[in-house]
């Protein structure tokens, strides 16, 4: 839909409906107030007035229809253009940012063959291991009948990071520097909307630093596994496949730039994530109050449900970019047909679209009884989150141990308030009492 009048014109009650909603927001949790307030907002009158934004060369779709529609159109809306160049100079081609051709296709398949059938248990019981011993050790570390707790830096960046030692089998012995290097790749590759020079130069420091390392361990656990090595990890199993996939096999450079794009994309998306969707139940008692009655009765299927529901006020990208590749349609037909020009970039508002009437039932209640299928959290379609099927695990584990904290709550004042780097939470302070729950 293209704008009939100017678009300062068009657009002014969006901005003075932004402006009156933020003002009683940013005192008490600056951190967050763009993403809840602004960004819905701007989102909501777009799919009232212009379901589908034309400007030159840029659009914006709103609408879940025509969302799921943009993402299932992998021919016509792609993501070289928006990713390819990024992962080339920094942790080299990866599934997420190339088309579905045969290349695809293959590593695609060898990646996926990676992954067994007993590997979300194993995720499962990793992270319950992970998390009681995160909470135990907050506890010893209590000076005062309140335990605090970072739940950044002691389980929702660092559980990650613990999953690339255990489960995908990459050695690491410095903790913060493998968070340094996954974050500052994963800034550049997919949030530097703004092709910041600093970002740049950070991800292309890391990518420094990282790719060697990663080359010595492959090279190292190549020659472990020809020398009789039965180790069973995400690692092992790609060297151990890389002949099976067409006439060549994957080379150890291959092993190397898929394994990094696996890995760069598990950190700060799950980060992300897990701090948000604490945050929005902690801003809500009464379902904060629903959750903690049900993971108390280690209901885990319905702590799932409250984790998803809350995700979905504030999830870990509010958006996805393609590139329209050809000119073409989307909602064909009155009222809605827009016609998108062969390059234009297509802003793909994916929270936007779990907040539409016509497919979320009284999309501004939280409700535990929205099917998973219906939100569009990990993405949809062809470069669909590779491990969401993880992150359906993690996170309810997660939420599930803090909802059994006795008393579990915010700090007061600024130091309950997350903070962040970029786009990153970098600190989220909670509190709880010291006894056992």
């Known amino acids: 839909m293209h704008l009939p009048r100017p678009i ?5 009650p969006l901005f003075q409906g932004i402006a009156q909603r933020t003002s009683g927001h940013l005192d008490r949790d600056p951190g967050q107030a763009v993403q809840r307030v602004v960004i819905r907002q701007a989102f909501a009158y777009l799919r009232r007035h212009y379901p589908i934004l034309v400007l030159p060369r840029f659009a914006v779709v ?10 299932a159109r992998d021919e016509d809306f792609g993501v070289t253009e928006v990713y390819a160049e990024r992962m080339e100079r920094t ?5 997420l940012g190339m088309e579905r051709t045969a290349r695809y296709e293959r590593e695609a398949a060898w990646l996926r063959g990676a992954v067994h059938d007993d590997d979300v248990a194993r995720v499962r019981h990793l992270t319950r291991g992970y998390v009681a011993d995160a909470l135990e050790a907050a506890r010893r570390a209590a000076r005062r009948d309140v335990v605090e707790l970072d739940l950044v830096a002691r389980l ?7 999953l690339i030692r255990d489960y995908f089998g ?10 340094r290097w996954m974050r500052a790749t994963f800034w550049e590759l997919f949030l530097n909307l703004t092709n910041d020079r600093g970002v740049r130069r950070a991800a292309e420091e890391a990518a420094a630093e990282l790719n060697p390392y990663l080359e010595q361990v492959i090279a190292a656990r190549a020659q472990e596994l020809a020398d009789g090595d039965d180790r069973d990890d995400f690692l092992s199993r790609l060297i151990r496949t890389r002949a099976s996939f067409g006439e060549t096999p994957f080379s150890d450079f291959d092993v190397r730039r898929n394994l990094a794009g696996v890995i760069i994309g598990a950190v700060d998306t799950l980060n992300k994530a897990g701090a948000q969707l604490v945050a929005e139940l902690l801003r809500r008692p009464e379902q904060l109050a629903a959750a903690q009655r049900a993971a108390r009765a280690d209901d885990l299927d319905l702590v799932s449900r409250y984790a998803f529901e809350a995700l979905r006020y504030d999830p870990l990208n509010p958006i996805l970019l393609r590139v329209c590749r050809r000119d073409t349609f989307l909602a064909p037909g009155p009222p809605r047909e827009a016609s998108i020009a062969a390059g234009t970039t297509v802003c ?27 939100y569009l959290l990990f993405g949809d379609g062809q470069h ?12 309810p584990e ?6 059994r904290l006795p008393q579990l709550r915010r700090p007061r004042g600024r130091r309950g308030m997350m903070t962040f780097e970029g786009p990153f939470p970098d600190r989220f302070l909670l509190e709880f009492e010291h006894a056992l729950s």
């Open 384 to 395: 669909r989150c590779f491990g969401e099927a993880f992150n359906r695990v993690i996170l």
């Open 91 to 95: 942790s080299g081609p990866f599934i």
């Open 398 to 403: 997660l939420l599930l141990a803090l909802l």
């Open 348 to 374: 793909v508002a994916t929270q936007s679209a779990m907040f539409d009437p016509e497919r979320f039932e009284r999309p501004e209640e939280f409700r535990v009884d929205r099917p998973y299928e219906s």
């Open 62 to 71: 709103t609408r879940y229809d025509d969302v799921k529609d943009v993402l």
């Open 8 to 12: 300062s014109e068009q657009l002014s």
């Open 170 to 179: 990459v050695p690491v012995a410095d903790e913060a520097q493998m968070m």
């Open 156 to 162: 929702t960046r660092r559980i990650p990071v613990l």
